[in-house]
């Protein structure tokens, strides 16, 4: 068990820039979600998958982004047309199913700037 | 909608001292709560979880805490402090069954000899 990992670690782009972060949950996690997280504040919910199928989006996910995860395994988060309130934390988690989802294994993040 | 409090931004303490992290939450609904840390340039840890039965859950590196219905907290507790708990804690609660989480905006627990 590798746990959930993230890339890339850090980004840095233009505004007007299109970005793409991917995360690989743990291979036997069904569940996975995206959270953004800026300075001083908790993470965010942003959207969750189980399997393939995405079951939940929160309405911070304005229609710039996108997520995918198109065999159940790894997902990617892209986001078109970057502006600089893009610019956190964006992290990964995954879950089992049951009590077991309750439980979220987090990744270490992709730290997002946009210039 | 669920919301979660954490009143205390910063928490500063002495090594082997005893500290205790608040958490508040809403809900009109059943909760499941969770404490979660993150240390710098990391992601974040499960610490505990309640999710019924005993309302004092203990978790890792010797945390506990203490789910109150009545006043709906669940305040983080440690004992003795070690330099090393040098980070930010966040209370989260899922609710009515949902497994997607709503964080607090964080405790900055600093611990110095």
């Known amino acids: 068990d590798t746990g959930v990992s993230q890339n890339p670690r850090h980004k840095i782009t233009k505004r007007g820039q299109n970005v793409t972060f991917r995360c690989d949950p743990i291979?036997?996690?069904?569940?996975l979600y995206w959270y953004r997280q800026t300075l001083g504040q908790g993470p965010e919910f942003l959207t969750y998958?189980?399997?393939?199928?995405?079951?939940?989006k929160s309405r911070l996910l304005s229609d710039r982004f996108s997520a995918e995860r198109p065999k159940g395994s790894f997902s990617t988060l892209e986001i078109q047309r970057t502006e600089q309130g893009d610019s956190a934390m964006y992290l990964c988690?995954?879950?089992?199913?049951?009590?077991?989802?309750?439980?979220?294994?987090f990744g270490p993040g992709t730290r997002l700037t946009v210039t | 909608a669920q919301s979660v409090t954490q009143l205390d931004s910063q928490v500063p303490v002495f090594e082997e001292a005893p500290v205790e992290l608040r958490c508040n939450y809403s809900s009109s609904v059943s909760v499941y709560l969770f404490w979660y840390v993150q240390y710098p340039n990391q992601g974040l840890q499960l610490l505990l979880k309640y999710l019924s039965g005993s309302t004092l859950v203990k978790g890792i590196n010797g945390f506990e805490a203490e789910f109150n219905k009545s006043q709906t907290s669940f305040h983080l507790r440690k004992p003795s402090v070690h330099i090393s708990d040098t980070a930010e804690y966040f209370c989260a609660v899922s609710e009515g069954g949902y497994s997607t989480l709503t964080f607090g905006k964080g405790t900055m627990l600093l611990v110095s000899p």
């Open positions: 998958f189980q399997n393939e199928a995405q079951l939940e």
């Open positions: 988690a995954s879950s089992g199913t049951g009590l077991n989802s309750y439980e979220q294994y």
């Open positions: 291979s036997e996690h069904n569940r």
